[in-house]
């Protein structure tokens, strides 16, 4: 099955610097790769996704790059800011094989004001 | 849409009760997940159904618990009986499995076994 590796565990910047979280994955059938950001005591929220035909998709202050030959991909944050702090987690999945999403293990972001 | 619901929001119960938690997926959702967060083991999937059927139970801890989804709007996962080390927050999530993936997280259950 899947297996999602994610590093760093724990990231702490200064606001304003940029935040790069990595993950690799096993399966190369995999083509679908979410992020989630969870805050304190909340849900893990959707804040962007990859699929397999597209190298980079940006949003905002939020980007993440997928390379399929080396299976990983990474979540770039700029202009951090304070309420950036959260964990987040990568995931991936066979998109529509109604396989589960496997998830990494969290980087807990901090932003130092 | 009202998203994900999950009731209770909290659970505090006794070593030895039976514990069931509720969740309601998105209207037009396939796929329902259930997943138990703890500071230790992170984020694990219990089990999910896609059309009503249980699909992977792999995740289940034990035979203490047990999940059912009798209908499109409907889920259960039951603990029975309960013990102090499966305090967490237990997490639904519903998606629309058709090449779209993308899972909803509802607001989770704090349950704390005494």
Not at chain 1, 106 to 112: A, D, E, I, P, S
Not at chain 2, 82 to 92: H, K, L
Request: net charge neutral; hydrophobic share 30%; glycine share 6%.
């Amino acid at each position: 099955g899947e297996n999602v590796e994610q590093h760093p565990s724990t990231l702490s910047v200064q606001e304003g610097d940029s935040a790069v979280i990595k993950c690799t994955y096993s399966d190369s059938a995999s083509n679908y790769f979410p992020w989630y950001k969870q805050e304190l005591g909340k849900r893990p929220q959707l804040i962007i996704d990859i699929r397999s035909n597209v190298g980079e998709k940006k949003d905002q202050r939020i980007a993440v790059t997928l390379n399929k030959t080396a299976k990983h991909f990474s979540l770039h944050i700029t202009e951090t800011q304070p309420e950036d702090s959260a964990v987040y987690f990568c995931a991936a999945t066979v998109s529509g094989s109604a396989r589960q999403l496997t998830f990494g293990s969290g980087t807990q972001l901090t932003v130092l004001p | 849409d009202a998203g994900v619901i999950q009731s209770p929001r909290h659970e505090v119960t006794e070593m030895g009760q039976e514990v069931t938690l509720r969740c309601k997926p998105i209207s037009g959702h396939n796929s329902l997940f259930w997943y138990r967060q703890t500071m230790m083991r992170g984020l694990e999937l219990l089990i999910y159904f896609n059309n009503n059927v249980p699909i992977d139970d792999s995740g289940m801890p034990e035979d203490r618990f047990s999940a059912k989804m009798p209908n499109a709007s409907f889920s259960t996962l039951k603990i029975q009986p309960s013990e102090p080390r499966d305090s967490a927050v237990y997490f639904c999530a519903s998606s629309f499995q058709r090449g779209i993936d993308t899972q909803y997280f509802g607001p989770g259950t704090r349950l704390t076994v005494l």
